[in-house]
């Protein structure tokens, strides 16, 4: 069974959806909180190098 989880910037209100992840070996796992039928496949390198990316600034702010 796989295990979701969300960030703990989330709230657990109705409207406070969020990017779930879940780490099926060899795969990560990424969903949205509000369609969680669809889902993502990526490797694991290839989620650090976008969470590193998100730190960095690499994507630019939205907003």
Do not use: H, Y
Not at 19 to 32: C, H, I, M, Q
């Amino acid at each position: 069974m796989t295990e979701w989880q969300k960030s703990s910037f989330s709230g657990n209100g109705p409207d406070n959806n969020c990017v779930e992840v879940a780490s099926d070996s060899p795969v990560v796992k990424l969903r949205e909180g509000d369609a969680p039928g669809v889902v993502v496949t990526t490797t694991p390198g290839a989620f650090g190098a976008l969470i590193r990316g998100i730190k960095e600034g690499e994507f630019g702010r939205l907003g």
